[in-house]
């Protein structure tokens, strides 16, 4: 048997948090969209072998155990007792290490994916619970549609679709750590900003009062270490976009325009300055139930 399954990367269009647990973990505060760059899982089930085999196309990515997929199909082939193989093959499209989600969207896939090949019948919610110790941003991608997503990453409240908007996504070439990033966060001074504007601004398809309570408190974090972030953010507001925000802990940076046209000319002007950058739309698996590759075979 075997399935593929689409993994679209996630954008923050707000990241706070308000505390950090005793034991480490952040609260967070966190509003999500997924956009339609996407990496593809394909697994194949090895009846003969009951062990998990990770292939990618990408020469950045750990094959064994440390690969989020790796450690999500084990996840549920234990707590199911199924002894079959499988073969996860990685179509990587996600930049790497860019606050982008790439990974947590590949254990996602894999959960979702494993869900429909060995018919477990779970539910989202239930397969968001097997993600969260796996990554943070597991739960969102489970999900993969827009989302307030708060607690360690575990509560995911859906919310409508975003109104017709144009992400333009450059990467600058930096591979940004998670952990060293927030092992610098210092509660006392963070910038915060109210969540309700712009989860109202989505209610009401609000273009404008989205694009002008996005944030993400890391983003003064990160661009410190990095001045590139904040060079390539100020270029997409000189180019024309409503707001431009850096994703997760970065550096990867966002602009967003509401018209293609604009949008389409402020990705020309950027690839003088950035040699990644995408053009893309917000996706969500809701839209994609026919277009999903997921036939059983
Ligand atoms: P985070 O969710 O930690 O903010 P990110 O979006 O910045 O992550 P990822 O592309 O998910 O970045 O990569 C983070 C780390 O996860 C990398 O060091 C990478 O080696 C590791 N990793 C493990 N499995 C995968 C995978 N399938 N795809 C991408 N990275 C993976």
Same mark, same amino acid.
């Given at each position: 048997?075997?399935?593929?399954? =689409? @993994? #679209?990367?996630?954008?923050?269009?707000? +990241?706070?948090?308000?505390?950090?647990?005793?034991?480490? $973990?952040?609260?967070?505060?966190?509003?999500?969209?997924?956009? !339609?760059?996407? $990496?593809?899982?394909?697994?194949?089930?090895?009846?003969?072998?009951?062990?998990?085999?990770?292939?990618?196309?990408?020469?950045?990515? /750990?094959? $064994?155990?440390?690969?989020?997929?790796?450690?999500?199909?084990?996840?549920?082939?234990?707590?199911?007792?199924?002894?079959?193989?499988?073969?996860?093959?990685?179509?990587?499209?996600? #930049?790497?290490?860019?606050?982008?989600?790439?990974?947590?969207? $590949? @254990?996602?896939?894999?959960? &979702?994916?494993?869900?429909?090949?060995?018919? +477990?019948?779970?539910?989202?919610?239930?397969?968001?619970?097997?993600?969260?110790?796996? !990554?943070?941003?597991?739960?969102?991608?489970?999900?993969?549609?827009?989302?307030?997503?708060?607690?360690?990453?575990?509560?995911?409240?859906?919310?409508?679709?975003?109104?017709?908007?144009?992400?333009?996504? @450059?990467?600058?070439?930096?591979?940004?750590?998670?952990?060293?990033?927030?092992?610098?966060?210092?509660?006392?001074?963070?910038?915060?900003?109210?969540?309700?504007?712009?989860?109202?601004?989505? =209610?009401?398809?609000?273009?404008?009062?989205?694009?002008?309570?996005?944030?993400?408190?890391?983003? /003064?974090?990160?661009?410190?270490?990095?001045?590139?972030?904040?060079?390539?953010?100020?270029?997409?507001?000189?180019?024309?976009?409503? @707001?431009?925000?850096?994703?997760?802990?970065? /550096?990867?940076?966002?602009?967003?325009?509401?018209?293609?046209? &604009?949008?389409?000319?402020?990705?020309?002007?950027? &690839?003088?300055?950035?040699?990644?950058?995408?053009?893309?739309?917000?996706?969500?698996?809701? !839209?994609?139930?026919?277009?999903?590759?997921?036939?059983?075979?």
């Amino acid at each position: 048997m075997e399935i593929t399954e =689409k @993994a #679209p990367a996630k954008l923050n269009l707000y +990241l706070d948090t308000p505390f950090q647990h005793s034991n480490g $973990d952040f609260e967070w505060e966190m509003v999500m969209t997924t956009v !339609d760059l996407a $990496d593809y899982i394909h697994i194949e089930t090895l009846p003969d072998y009951d062990q998990i085999i990770v292939q990618t196309d990408s020469g950045f990515l /750990p094959c $064994d155990h440390r690969n989020l997929t790796y450690q999500a199909a084990k996840k549920i082939k234990q707590h199911f007792s199924i002894s079959v193989g499988l073969k996860i093959s990685i179509q990587k499209n996600i #930049p790497v290490a860019a606050g982008m989600g790439g990974g947590s969207a $590949d @254990a996602a896939a894999v959960l &979702r994916a494993l869900n429909k090949l060995w018919k +477990l019948g779970l539910s989202l919610q239930k397969l968001a619970n097997f993600g969260l110790s796996l !990554d943070s941003d597991v739960p969102f991608c489970v999900y993969s549609q827009p989302a307030l997503v708060t607690g360690k990453g575990e509560i995911i409240t859906p919310l409508n679709e975003l109104p017709a908007m144009w992400f333009i996504i @450059a990467k600058p070439p930096a591979s940004v750590s998670t952990p060293f990033i927030l092992k610098q966060v210092d509660h006392q001074k963070l910038h915060h900003q109210n969540i309700e504007q712009l989860v109202t601004g989505i =209610k009401s398809q609000d273009f404008k009062q989205i694009t002008s309570n996005m944030s993400n408190v890391l983003e /003064p974090i990160t661009a410190k270490r990095y001045p590139e972030i904040s060079r390539i953010k100020n270029k997409m507001l000189q180019f024309g976009t409503s @707001a431009a925000l850096m994703s997760g802990t970065g /550096p990867t940076v966002y602009g967003v325009c509401e018209k293609y046209s &604009r949008a389409s000319r402020v990705y020309n002007s950027l &690839r003088g300055f950035c040699e990644e950058v995408y053009l893309v739309k917000p996706v969500s698996l809701n !839209d994609e139930k026919g277009a999903l590759k997921n036939d059983l075979v």
